[in-house]
């Protein structure tokens, strides 16, 4: 069995994190278009913001000697 830090996170589940937020952030993006309530458009674009800050805090905790910032990049831009 491999032994890692408590605090480390793998490759494995950085990519499974990026995808659920982008997943959410798309959801969202589809219930901003429709959106007709002026405070919950409000209330959204907060969401996306958390949900977009979450990504990039995730994001700056990988080991950039292990994963390229190229493709840092493209999993913060994906979608």
Known sequence: MKTRERN???LDQIISMI???DD???DLRVK???ETKP???QFRMSVVTHYRNMKVNILSKVDK???SKREIIGLLHHN
């Open 8 to 10: 480390e996170i793998t």
């Open 19 to 21: 995808e659920l937020i």
């Open 24 to 26: 959410q952030l798309q």
């Open 32 to 34: 901003l278009r429709t």
């Open 39 to 41: 405070d919950m458009i």
């Open 65 to 67: 000697d292990k994963i």
